[in-house]
């Protein structure tokens, strides 16, 4: 069974920086991509960043792409988001994903599997 557990969330003032963690487990995901998506309240959710897990090939969406780089440990099954110059815009619920797929195509349709979520607030 697929576990994705997500952690690294917090407070943090505006201009700041937080990592955010998600640990894998229950396969190999040789022929999955893995990324992050977030959602504010009353928002569509959204995706931010993905890898494929194989290649290493990365996708970010505009709207972080400069400020936030993912990375993975394939020696720990882990996914990394590393996000700088944090904005209060960017307060969200931050969820790890999973599906069989490659990092351009993570946000075709919903993914196969999801962590519990972490809380991200950026304050002024």
């Known amino acids: 069974q697929v576990q994705l557990v997500e952690s690294g969330g917090g407070l943090v003032q505006a201009g700041g920086s937080l990592r955010l963690s998600c640990a894998a487990s229950?396969?190999?995901?040789?022929?999955?991509?893995i990324g992050w998506f977030r959602q504010a309240p009353g928002k569509e959710r959204e995706l931010l960043a993905a890898i494929t897990w194989s290649s290493g090939i990365t996708y970010y969406a505009d709207s972080v792409k400069g400020r936030f780089t993912i990375s993975r440990d394939n020696a720990k099954n882990t996914l990394y988001l590393q996000m700088n110059s944090l904005k209060p815009e960017d307060t969200a619920v931050y969820y790890c994903?999973?599906?069989?797929?490659?990092?351009?195509?993570?946000?075709?349709?919903?993914?196969?599997?999801w962590g519990q979520g972490t809380q991200v607030t950026v304050s002024s």
């Open positions: 229950g396969r190999t995901f040789s022929r999955y991509a």
């Open positions: 994903a999973a599906d069989r797929t490659t990092a351009q195509n993570m946000g075709v349709h919903a993914p196969d599997y």
